[in-house]
């Protein structure tokens, strides 16, 4: 009986690919793959077959989760999905790292060498789970797998012509929720549990709203300074997209739009824009003119790595010949492209060329056959006791979203992951025996057929 994989999927936009092709490298080694919805797959946790539950997170409320998810029968890995891009790394450490949460994990698989240290040396009593990995998002990223997103680019470029790109990330103070939301989700989520974390909080919401408005009177000077171009507009998943159509009302030239993957948004665009934000470093390594635009600067809140591999430009007038000096010569010199290289080294595993997936993979088959040995070895009465307990509380749920839940999880067809796995076929090879069935709404079964 082959073993079982879920994998839960929170922002379609951001995790959908990757995810994707860490599911059908898993069917290929033998795991059947159930895929979906988070919250959904949460939910209804009880009712599914028990094996290895990939989370997205460490953070203090994921230790009960987890907790809960052995009782059930199941073993748990997890990355950090903001592990990546991070500010100030003892704020990092507090908000999204939990000892706990991490002792329950069978392993933890980290971006690079310097996240890696960081939990290691933070937790070191569990050092021994966190593993250093890379992460599938950035195996799309690479010469070779980056070409399944080449179509899309090229209807992008047909639609829009030459375009600039500008990626937002300001859900801090521009939140789908509305005012204040960002810090109320963060007290729910048990991560501010200080006055010190409160105010650290503040004061990050604080920088950001200042960048909000310098970037709310940037967009319009843009526009007016190249008007040959369009201006796509992307804010962040959790943003208030509304915000952003009303401050660009007027302006023909700008589209405000959340649409797919990124990937082929920034292969297509002639130049991309970002203050601290991953697609800054997403555009970097598909070797495409990135610039950080940074009129407020802060050592304490700024995300260093995505502005680092960046051209940096602090005032307006110094971004505009920036965007100017870019679609003249978009190419970065050979110095430039090795110091920036050399700085990513620290931050993103390259595995000598192999994937992300492939590895993760191997630690996760070793999840699935300690579970196995374990129905072997122990008593199981007690995690069927408490599934079956655990059923008597819920039915079936069906998912109930909030308009904020919808905005990052729309809803998924079994025909688009079908496309997106024939996307990896066609420029891999691999993955022609994969099938993938629809077996509830929004979730779905990949396996070898």
């Known amino acids: 009986m082959k073993p079982w994989l879920l994998i839960p999927i929170e922002t379609i936009v951001r995790e959908l690919q990757s995810k994707v092709l860490l599911s059908c490298v898993a069917a290929e080694t033998g795991f059947q793959v159930m895929i979906g919805d988070a919250l959904f797959l949460r939910q ?3 009712w599914f077959p028990t094996g290895v539950f990939l989370d997205k997170s460490i953070s203090p409320s994921r230790a009960k989760r987890f907790q809960h998810f052995q009782k059930l029968g199941y073993r748990v890995a997890a990355w950090c999905e903001e592990g990546l ?22 392993y933890f698989f980290a971006w ?7 939990v290691r040396n933070a937790c070191p009593q569990h050092n021994g789970r966190v593993i250093e990995t890379g992460n599938p998002r950035m195996d799309l990223l690479n ?27 300001f859900s801090l103070c521009n939140h789908k929720k509305g005012e204040g939301a960002y810090i109320s989700e963060l007290k729910k989520a048990g991560k501010i549990r200080t006055k010190f ?26 526009s007016r300074a190249f008007p040959d171009r369009m201006i796509i507009v992307r804010p962040h998943p959790s943003e208030n997209h509304d915000t952003w159509k009303k401050e660009t009302e007027g302006l023909n ?5 959340h649409e797919g993957p990124v990937a082929p948004w920034l292969m297509a665009a002639d130049v991309v824009i970002h203050n601290g934000c991953t697609t800054g470093l997403e555009t970097f390594m598909l070797e495409r003119p990135v610039i950080a635009y940074q009129p407020v600067v802060s050592d304490i809140y700024d995300a260093h790595l995505p502005n680092r591999v960046s051209d940096q430009v602090y005032s307006l007038e110094t971004l505009i010949q920036g965007i100017r000096r870019r679609l003249n010569n978009p190419a970065l010199s050979v110095n430039e492209r090795s110091q920036r290289s050399s700085y990513v080294r620290n931050f993103v595993s390259d595995n000598n060329g192999k994937w992300a997936c492939d590895i993760i993979v191997d630690h996760l088959w070793n999840s699935s056959m300690k579970l196995i040995n374990e129905r072997k070895a122990t008593n199981i009465i007690k995690n069927n006791l408490h599934r079956m307990s655990a059923r008597s509380f819920t039915r079936w749920k069906k ?30 090879g691999r993955f022609s025996n994969i099938e993938c069935f629809e077996t509830r709404k929004w979730c779905f079964v990949i396996s070898k057929n």
């Open 44 to 46: 209804n946790l009880p």
């Open 85 to 106: 891009t991070l500010i100030d790394p003892d704020e990092y450490l507090r908000r999204k790292i939990n000892p706990e949460a991490l002792q329950r994990t069978d």
């Open 112 to 118: 690079g060498k310097n996240q890696a240290d960081l």
């Open 143 to 169: 010469r070779d797998l980056r070409k399944v997103f080449l179509k899309d680019a090229e209807k992008l470029k047909k639609r829009f012509g030459d375009f600039i790109q500008i990626n937002l990330n």
């Open 197 to 222: 974390d409160e105010a650290f909080s503040l004061g990050w919401v604080a920088h950001k709203s200042r960048l909000f408005g310098y970037f709310k009177e940037a967009i319009p000077e843009i």
């Open 253 to 257: 030239n700008v589209h405000v739009l």
């Open 399 to 428: 998912s109930d979203k909030t308009e904020y839940n919808l905005q990052k999880f729309p809803g998924l067809s079994v025909e688009t992951i079908k496309e997106v796995i024939a996307g990896f076929n066609s420029v891999t």
